[in-house]
C-alpha cells in the first residue's frame, strides 16, 4: 500500500494509465470489424482517435480484400498507416485543413454503391474536425460560433446540437451521402451516457434534436449569429435527419470503447491491488469548480480508500473577466485542493484520456496535502487563480502537471482521490 506523498502520486498516476489502456484501440477494435463487401470498403475515420483506429482497422483487415480511405484527426495525433490516408487538422475550432479533407470525404462517400462498404470510425474531437459547414454558412463562421460556444459553458451534447445544424456532414448527413451503401459504425464514446448522436455530432446516425432547440440553445447562451447562418437555419434545408428516413435502413452502429467500460477495469484493478473504491460513475457533468466542492466533502467523510469519477465537466468563462490559461480538469483540481485545504493523506488526479486537457499541452495534475503550501512558498494565490481559471499556471509553477502526449483514445476524463 502506498504510503508517502510520491508514492500514492505514482499509483495514481498508474491509474491513468490503466485507464487509457482500456480504450486502446487495438485493443477493442477488431472484434466489431464486419466482413468486407462484396464491392469496395471506404474507410472514413474522425476524431483523436483516428489514426490509431484506422492503424488496428488495417492490421486486422484482410489483405485480399480492397480497403482505402481517410482518417482525420488531431495536430500530433496521427499515426503511420499503410492504406489509409491520415490527415491532421485542428481541434478545437476547426481550420481549412479540416474543411478541405470534409470537402473530399463527402465527395468519396457519394460514389458508393449498394455493394460497397462505408466502414466510419468516429471519436471525440470529430465535430471539429469534420469543418464542412451547411450550404451559404462560411468556415469563418462556424468558427465564430464554435469559439462561443467553446467559452459559453455549454455540455457537449448542447454544443452538438447547434453543430448539427449547421453542417453538411454530421447529424446524419454522412450516412444521408453514402446512402444506399451499407455503413458500419464504430465509436469510442467521448460523452456522458454513451449518446451515439453525440459523439462527433453523430454523422452516421439519426438526429434526435432539431432546428427549434437550435434556436433555443443559441438564445441561451448569448450567441451571436451572423446573417448566413441565420439565414440557414431559417431555410428549409436546416433540419437534419430523423430516425424514420430510409438513409439508416442499412446502417449500424457499435460502441466498442465507453467511458463506463474504463472506469469499471481501473475499479476492479483497485480491488485486485487491496484498496476499498468508491465509484461515483463515468457520467459526471457540471462545472468543473462546482464539482470539485461536491467531492472534496465526499473525500472527507468516506471510509473508501480511492474515489473514481469519470465524464466531463466544464469551465465557462465570462466575458470581461481576467481569464488565465487552462482545461477542465487542472481547474478541477485546483478548485478541490482550495475546498480540501490541506486535508492531511488526500491526494487527487485528474485527467484527460485523450492526452490533452482542454486546449493545452498537458493532460492533467496531481494535488497532494501539501499543494496549497507550496504555492503559497512560490508566492501564488490558489483562490485568486481559480477565479481567472488559470489552473494551467499554478500546476506548472508547481511542477505537477501531467504531461502524456497524445494517447490516440478518448473515453473522457479519469479523476481519482486518494483519501489515506
Not at 476524431?47 to 484482410?62: D, I, N, Q, Y
Not at 458508393?112 to 462498404?117: E, F, G, I, P
Not at 464542412?132 to 454558412?137: C, E, R, T
Request: glycine fraction near 8%; include cysteine; aromatic fraction near 4%.
Amino acid at each position: 500500500m502506498p504510503d508517502n506523498h510520491r508514492e500514492i502520486s505514482d499509483y495514481l498516476r498508474l491509474l491513468f494509465d490503466r485507464a487509457v489502456c482500456a480504450a486502446e484501440p487495438k485493443q477493442c477494435l477488431s472484434p466489431h470489424l464486419p466482413k468486407p463487401p462484396k464491392g469496395r470498403t471506404l474507410l472514413v475515420a474522425a476524431g483523436k482517435a483516428a489514426a490509431s483506429m484506422a492503424r488496428a482497422t488495417e492490421l486486422a483487415w484482410p489483405q485480399f480484400a480492397p480497403l482505402t480511405g481517410i482518417a482525420l484527426t488531431r495536430y500530433g495525433h496521427g499515426e503511420t498507416c499503410e492504406r489509409i490516408e491520415v490527415i491532421e487538422a485542428a481541434h478545437p475550432v476547426p481550420d481549412n485543413k479540416g474543411f478541405e479533407a470534409a470537402q473530399r470525404l463527402i465527395a468519396e462517400v457519394q460514389e458508393l454503391t449498394v455493394d460497397d462498404l462505408l466502414l466510419c470510425l468516429i471519436s471525440g474531437g470529430g465535430s471539429a474536425l469534420l469543418a464542412l459547414p451547411a450550404p451559404g454558412i462560411s468556415l469563418e463562421d462556424k468558427q465564430s460560433i464554435n469559439r462561443a460556444l467553446l467559452m459559453s459553458g455549454a455540455p457537449i451534447s448542447e454544443m452538438n446540437t447547434v453543430r448539427k445544424h449547421l453542417s453538411a456532414i454530421k447529424g446524419g448527413r454522412l450516412a444521408e451521402a453514402a446512402y444506399p451503401a451499407q455503413v458500419v459504425t464504430l465509436g469510442i464514446s467521448d460523452v456522458p451516457f454513451d449518446d451515439p448522436s453525440t459523439i462527433a455530432s453523430g454523422p452516421t446516425v439519426p438526429d434526435p434534436t432539431d432546428v427549434a432547440q437550435t434556436f433555443e440553445l443559441l438564445d441561451r447562451y448569448n450567441i451571436e449569429l451572423p446573417e448566413s447562418v441565420l439565414n440557414h437555419l431559417n431555410s428549409n434545408i436546416a433540419e437534419t435527419p430523423k430516425p424514420e428516413d430510409a438513409v439508416f435502413d442499412n446502417c449500424q452502429f457499435t460502441m466498442i470503447a465507453r467511458p463506463t467500460d474504463m472506469l469499471e477495469t481501473v475499479v476492479q484493478s483497485c480491488k485486485t491491488d487491496g484498496h476499498t473504491v468508491l465509484s461515483l460513475g463515468a457520467d459526471i457533468e457540471g462545472e468543473a469548480s462546482l464539482v470539485a466542492a461536491q467531492h472534496a466533502a465526499l473525500a472527507l467523510t468516506t471510509k473508501a480508500q480511492l474515489v473514481l469519477s469519470g465524464g466531463e465537466t466544464t469551465v465557462t468563462v465570462e466575458s470581461g473577466k481576467p481569464c488565465g490559461r487552462g482545461g477542465r480538469n487542472c481547474e478541477y483540481l485546483l478548485a478541490l485542493a482550495v475546498h480540501l485545504n490541506g486535508a492531511e493523506g488526500i491526494h487527487a488526479l485528474a485527467a484527460d484520456t485523450d492526452g490533452i486537457d482542454g486546449s493545452e499541452d498537458n493532460a492533467g495534475a496531481l494535488i497532494t496535502p501539501d499543494t496549497l503550501a507550496q504555492a503559497q512558498s512560490a508566492g501564488l494565490d490558489a483562490r485568486a487563480m481559480l477565479q481567472s481559471h488559470d489552473a494551467y499556471t499554478f500546476f506548472e509553477t508547481l511542477g505537477d502537471l501531467i504531461v502524456t502526449g497524445p494517447t490516440r483514445t478518448n473515453v473522457n476524463d479519469f479523476r481519482a482521490i486518494w483519501t489515506g
